[in-house]
């Protein structure tokens, strides 16, 4: 049996030092992607923070291998006076990877390869943001909400790049109010929530 490149046992999720999220369980294995569903301020994107370990768990255990996620949030997390080539050739050596060329093409970056990412659309910014997930190469992709100004062929175009991903062996986490017409599990956070309560020694640096 394949292990799982990630495993939550118990964990509660706190937000502004109240636990939001209590008790959430999952194990993702290689190959498979988790839609996470709930409606806004459920605590979609306080589960993806702390998964991706941008601040602590309030109680239980999150298995994975160190340096083994890569977190996409709402910022596209471009510098906008390099070119789309130099904005994934930054991140590629922060990451240890070489080439960009196959997420250039994954996200049809290759015509805009010189252009400055300031002087993008918005939707080709969010795809630029998108192609960093794959010159991290990291194994798990935490994502929240990254079809946002994205049209529908874009849509189509980054659920093409998750399913590559996970038929390399990889695996991803989710938090979308879409269909992305990709073959996954659904959970759904709003039965982790928690009464309010105070989170012990809950660091407020890590909001």
């Known amino acids: 049996m394949t292990a799982p490149l990630l495993s939550l046992t118990s964990v509660g999720c706190a937000r502004g030092g109240l636990i939001i999220l209590d008790n959430v369980s999952f194990e993702v294995s290689p190959g498979e992607a988790l839609i996470l569903r709930g409606p806004n301020g459920s605590g979609k994107t306080t589960l993806l923070r702390t998964i991706a370990r941008l601040q602590p768990a309030a109680q239980g255990t999150i298995e994975a291998a160190d340096d083994s996620i890569a977190y996409g949030a709402h910022a596209d997390g471009l510098k906008a006076t390099l070119t789309v080539t130099e904005n994934l050739t930054f991140w590629a050596a922060l990451f240890g990877t070489r080439g960009i060329d196959a997420a250039l093409e994954a996200f049809d970056l290759t015509a805009l390869?010189?252009?400055r990412a300031g002087a993008l659309s918005a939707g080709q910014k969010r795809r630029l943001g998108l192609a960093r997930l794959m010159v991290t190469g990291r194994p798990i992709w935490a994502?929240?909400?990254?079809?946002?100004?994205l049209d529908a062929a874009s849509v189509a175009m980054f659920a093409r790049a998750v399913e590559a991903h996970l038929a390399g062996g990889g695996a991803a986490v989710i938090a979308t109010h879409i269909d992305l017409g990709l073959k996954a599990r659904t959970l759904d956070v709003t039965q982790f929530k928690a009464s309010t309560s105070a989170s012990k020694d809950f660091d407020e640096a890590f909001l």
Do not use: F, G
């Not at 994502?143 to 100004?149: A, F, H, I, M, R």
């Open 113 to 115: 390869k010189d252009r």
């Open 143 to 149: 994502l929240d909400e990254p079809t946002v100004s």
